[in-house]
Nanobody, 113 residues
């Protein structure tokens, strides 16, 4: 069974930075994607960034501001978020896509003026 545990959320002013981390346990394979999704109140969950075997994909709204990285030996994935905007406020979920989808419990990110 795969378990994902996020850390690093919090509150920050616009223009600030936060770093999210996700630690995965269980059967994790490097050829499956890991990544981050987010969900704001009243909105659908959206893909923020994902990474698999060195390939990365970013959502249009975060390109150039967020950077995803993955430590394949430690089974961790991180999201460096810079130049944060109020519209980045959401619950951020770690995700692992194997034969099934696995999700973390989520961590709150709030960007306020």
């Amino acid at each position: 069974q795969v378990q994902l545990v996020e850390s690093g959320g919090g509150s920050v002013q616009p223009g600030g930075s936060l770093r999210l981390s996700c630690s995965a346990s269980g059967q994790i394979f490097s050829f499956y994607w890991m990544g981050w999704y987010r969900q704001a109140p009243g909105k659908q969950r959206e893909m923020v960034a994902r990474i698999g075997e060195g390939n990365t994909i970013y959502g249009d709204s975060v390109k150039g501001r967020f950077t995803i990285s993955r430590d394949y030996a430690k089974n961790t994935v991180s999201l460096q978020m810079n130049s944060l905007k109020p519209e980045d406020t959401a619950v951020y979920f770690c995700h692992y896509r194997a034969v099934a989808d696995f999700w973390g419990q989520g961590t709150q990110v709030t960007v306020f003026a």
